[in-house]
T-cell receptor, first 109, second 115 residues
Framework: DAKTTQPPSMDCAEGRAANLPCNHS???????VYWYRQIHSQGPQYIIH???NNETNEMASLIITEDRKSSTLILPHATLRDTAVYYC??????????FGTGTSLTVIP | DTAVSQTPKYLVTQMGNDKSIKCEQN?????MYWYKQDSKKFLKIMFS???????INETVPNRFSPKSPDKAHLNLHINSLELGDSAVYFC??????????????FGPGTRLTVT
């Protein structure tokens, strides 16, 4: 199973871009990188996913390095409501997800 | 109209009791899951049901029994509750297929407290 490593916590000023890194050096060729977040005891919320190419949606951008060993989730203009724990997940066989410890992002006014 | 709903939201019970948590999804997904999040916030998958068949059981004690009467429902029954069962239980659903992205949609959680 490809495992992920994320910093335990980060701060970001409101209105600035939040860049959340993730290392997944043992990822295999057909494994996707997913990002979820959990806002204070709510259910986790899907943000974005990608395989090789960079991806963007209305919530965030996902930058995956060419060797796929790491990725960065970018929240372009962080708001206070983006304060949450962000999980980087590599999807192993089938539909199984393993959530790690994530990064606790605090957006500061 | 909630996509994935769970009942109850809070459940307080005594050791040794039997309890159930219900989950329903109206997304038309074919796979549903139960996750457990303990006090240290680790989120671990417990079960997965695809078209009413169990396809994952992550070494969960057999006191826990998932039951899926149809594709839209996955209930979790827990026998002989123990203190260590206290946690937040999340239900989730997704579509699994060749051209789907396997995004999982989570319910709001059920906070179970065993005293």
């Amino acid at each position: 199973d490809a495992k992920t490593t994320q910093p335990p916590s980060m701060d970001c000023a409101e209105g600035r871009a939040a860049n959340l890194p993730c290392n997944h050096s043992t990822i295999s060729g057909n494994e996707y990188v997913y990002w979820y977040r959990q806002i204070h005891s709510q259910g986790p919320q899907y943000i974005i996913h990608g395989l090789k190419n960079n991806e963007t949606n209305e919530m965030a951008s996902l930058i995956i390095t060419e060797d796929r060993k790491s990725s960065t989730l970018i929240l372009p203009h962080a708001t206070l409501r983006d304060t949450a724990v962000y999980y980087c997940i590599v999807r192993v066989f089938g539909n199984q997800f393993y959530f790690g410890t994530g990064t606790s992002l605090t957006v500061i006014p | 109209d909630t996509a994935v709903s769970q009942t109850p939201k809070y459940l307080v019970t005594q050791m040794g009791n039997d309890k159930s948590i219900k989950c329903e999804q109206n997304l038309g997904h074919d796979t549903m899951y139960w996750y457990k999040q303990d006090s240290k916030k680790f989120l671990k998958i417990m079960f997965s049901y695809n078209n009413k068949e169990l396809i994952i059981n992550e070494t969960v004690p057999n006191r826990f029994s998932p039951k899926s009467p149809d594709k839209a429902h996955l209930n979790l029954h827990i026998n002989s509750l123990e203190l260590g069962d206290s946690a937040v239980y999340f239900c989730a659903s997704s579509s699994v297929g060749r051209d789907t992205s396997y995004e999982q949609y989570f319910g709001p959680g059920t906070r179970l407290t065993v005293t």
